[in-house]
């Protein structure tokens, strides 16, 4: 099985990622640089007893992504109790709509943000009423 076990946000910023992510989705990070050879925070996610996956940001090794480029890679969508005020916080510290929130009827909310290093990422909020 190949079940995905850790993630890696680059960034050209070190400490302005860890106040974004730290900010908007309450994580927490661990120097792991003597480890990587490189500057590398591991990022603490949530509890262990909730589902999820613990990650990293780590020192970008090539240009970042250009404006309006499709997404090429993962994106990695966080879920949230309360999409909009996730919102609100995502553009105070930066971030920009990449596509606007939008129902998955009967499911959820979803949307795409990209942070203030240029990467994409999701906001999934749980909600059977939405339409």
């Not at 309450?26 to 990587?36: K, L, P």
């Not at 090429?72 to 553009?91: F, P, Q, R, S, W």
Request: aromatic share 12%; hydrophobic share 35%.
């Amino acid at each position: 099985m190949g079940r995905l076990v850790h993630f890696e946000i680059h960034v050209d910023d070190m400490e302005r990622g860890k106040a974004f992510y730290g900010e908007v989705f309450g994580w927490t990070f661990e120097d792991w640089s003597e480890y990587a050879g490189m500057p590398y925070f591991g990022a603490v996610t949530g509890d262990e007893s909730v589902l999820g996956i613990n990650g990293a940001l780590m020192k970008r090794q090539g240009p970042p992504p250009e404006a309006k480029q499709p997404l090429n890679g993962y994106a990695c969508t966080m879920g949230v109790e309360d999409y909009d005020a996730t919102e609100k916080k995502i553009l105070e510290l930066g971030g920009k709509v990449a596509l606007p929130k939008y129902a998955l009827p009967g499911m959820a909310w979803q949307g795409y943000y990209t942070d203030p290093e240029g990467n994409i990422f999701g906001v999934h909020q749980p909600d059977e009423n939405a339409k």
